[in-house]
């Protein structure tokens, strides 16, 4: 039971004296605090001494304090009884809560930031070196600790940073600084430091700290934009053709040297004007169009225009294209144009144009058809008449391959087996393999004809050339002389008589069939040449023949010679052989022919 009470007591747990009096020190304890309580009372009885204790009370508002208990046994008005002092302490707790809550927060920052944070003692030895810094600089927090400031700084930076050290020690932090550092690796890295004074209670300067950035990429990232942006400038300066970009109001705000050459027009005479004050003739031909549609957003095609500049003499074609001009943010804030020079190009267009005529011309005039087509999807570029003359078909009736075969070759299984191998020897890509000679059609006449086809890819043009020639007559003639020539060897085999060709140079002769019969000679060999030949005569008759042979090639008098002749098989045969001269166009004698 509580025996008297201060008004201090009285004030602080809102009380009044006589309920104090009338409570025991239970009812100011939490229920959930009447363990401890128990044991407090146990402790004290065992040792009456001083006692010095931590708990919690609760005042007459229901609040919960947390307190320091001090006690120690006295005498009240005869009775045994124990002086307690009590402290509050529930401020203070707070506030070390606090602390303690900032300093877990301060920590987690020191270990999570992204910046180095070190600390320094006044010699500027590493105190502290988070994480951040084992990773900017490679070394661990064990490797830097006591370490001095100089090595992660290269030497020749050293004396730049006395004064900053100086600064420092005297209190003067917040300092920025921004030099070269120097990794454990060797590689040398750019640093941003903010640096600071540690000062104690009383303003003494304790230490010093620095928090530190790796700015190595933005540094190498801003010098490479100034280099971009200087060789942007060179680019567009120097340019061979023209630059030319439009404000918001499509003044002129860049008017390069190529534009300044070609009009005669000094950049100062053009920057700032709008474009129709200095080029009236811009507005009927498009170009205004074009520069407002940029700005619009539109991404308008180029155009060609005819120019002429009074102060050049220069007169011919610039081809115009505008894109929208816009800032890093995607806003347009203009108009880049650029102009280039196609005079050259659009005279040889011109130049093209008439070759192209000329070559027309003369495929349509050629007694050879001529067809061009797209590989990739078989459309005709070019069809001569000629080409659809031979063929028998109507005029501009082939429009694709396919209709080409159902066009030329009326007979379903013939165009299916003269499709599938002209598509075979296509697909080969042997150009032997791609001429087909002698191909019967039937125009849609009903006319007869045999035709040589020959295709020629151009793959990297993606272009097919295909030529038709009309061999009927061709074809008929040397089926008649092919005929003839077996009439020929009917009559000579019927007659027993041989003929022969000798050409002088090169030394080269041909025997017809019967002849070769005649001397047992096998006609799937080679025909010796005249040379080679004595072997087929006996010495008596090869000796008159080469005499005789030799006096014809001087005097082109035609002979007639009774000669033995020895077969291969050893048997002689006699024969009678004529023969003649064989004269060139200017009459020279380049051979003989006989029988």
């Not at 204790?53 to 229901?62: E, L, P, T, Y």
Request: with cysteine; hydrophobic share 40%.
């Amino acid at each position: 039971s509580f025996l008297a009470v201060n008004d201090a007591a009285v004030a602080h747990y809102g009380y009044r004296r006589d309920e104090f009096l009338a409570m025991t020190i239970a009812d100011i304890r939490p229920a959930e605090d009447m363990q401890h309580l128990s044991d407090s009372l146990v402790r004290v009885a065992a040792n009456p001494s001083v006692d010095l204790v931590g708990a919690r009370h609760r005042k007459k508002d229901g609040t919960l304090i947390d307190v320091e208990i001090t006690s120690h046994p006295t005498e009240f008005r005869g009775r045994r009884a124990r002086m307690v002092m009590v402290f509050d302490l529930t401020e203070r707790k707070r506030a070390e809560s606090a602390i303690e809550s900032a300093t877990k927060r301060l920590g987690l920052h020191v270990a999570q930031t992204p910046l180095a944070i070190i600390e320094w003692d006044l010699d500027f030895h590493v105190v502290q070196w988070n994480p951040a810094a084992e990773r900017i600089f490679g070394f661990t927090a064990a490797e830097a600790i006591g370490q001095h400031y100089s090595f992660i700084v290269p030497e020749g930076v050293r004396p730049a940073l006395e004064s900053v050290k100086q600064g420092l020690i005297q209190g003067r932090g917040g300092e920025r600084s921004t030099n070269e550092n120097v990794r454990k690796d060797g590689r040398v890295i750019v640093c941003e430091w903010y640096n600071t004074s540690l000062v104690d209670a009383d303003g003494k300067v304790v230490a010093a700290a620095s928090q530190v950035g790796d700015i190595t990429e933005r540094v190498r990232a801003e010098a490479a934009a100034r280099e971009a942006s200087h060789l942007s400038e060179q680019i567009i300066r120097e340019a061979r053709e023209g630059v030319v970009l439009h404000g918001p109001d499509l003044r002129f705000q860049v008017w390069n040297q190529f534009m300044e050459q070609l009009s005669g027009l000094p950049a100062s005479e053009v920057l700032n004007r709008h474009p129709l004050d200095v080029f009236p003739f811009l507005q009927g031909i498009g170009v205004m169009e074009r520069l407002e549609r940029a700005l619009a957003g539109e991404l308008p095609e180029s155009a060609d225009f005819q120019y002429h500049f009074p102060r050049t003499g220069k007169s011919g074609w610039l081809s115009h294209m505008a894109d929208p001009l816009r800032n890093t943010k995607g806003e347009i804030i203009g108009v880049i144009a650029t102009l280039s020079d196609i005079t050259d190009r659009k005279q040889a267009d011109e130049a093209l144009k008439k070759r192209n005529l000329f070559v027309e011309s003369l495929l349509e005039n050629a007694p050879i058809g001529f067809a061009v087509n797209q590989i990739d999807d078989g459309l005709p570029v070019f069809i001569s008449r000629n080409f659809e003359t031979i063929y028998g078909v109507a005029p501009n009736s082939i429009t694709n391959v396919d209709e080409y075969f159902d066009t030329v070759y009326r007979d379903p299984v013939f165009r299916e087996t003269m499709r599938e191998r002209v598509m075979a020897d296509m697909a080969s890509g042997d150009p032997a393999r791609m001429r087909w000679e002698n191909v019967p059609i039937t125009t849609q006449s009903g006319e007869q004809k045999f035709v040589t086809a020959t295709n020629i890819p151009l793959p990297d043009q993606n272009l097919m050339i295909s030529t038709v020639q009309d061999v009927t007559t061709h074809w008929r003639a040397e089926e008649a002389l092919i005929e003839s020539e077996k009439s020929l060897q009917d009559a000579q085999r019927l007659a027993h008589l041989g003929s022969w060709q000798w050409t002088m140079a090169p030394d080269r002769v041909y025997w017809s069939a019967e002849l070769c019969d005649i001397v047992r000679h096998d006609p799937a060999l080679p025909t010796p040449s005249f040379a080679q030949m004595s072997s087929y005569y006996t010495s008596e008759s090869w000796k008159r023949l080469t005499e005789t042979v030799e006096k014809t090639v001087l005097t082109g008098e035609p002979y007639a010679l009774d000669l033995d002749m020895v077969r291969t098989d050893g048997a002689v045969r006699a024969t009678h052989t004529r023969g003649a001269a064989n004269r060139d166009a200017s009459g020279k004698i380049i051979g003989l022919h006989g029988t």
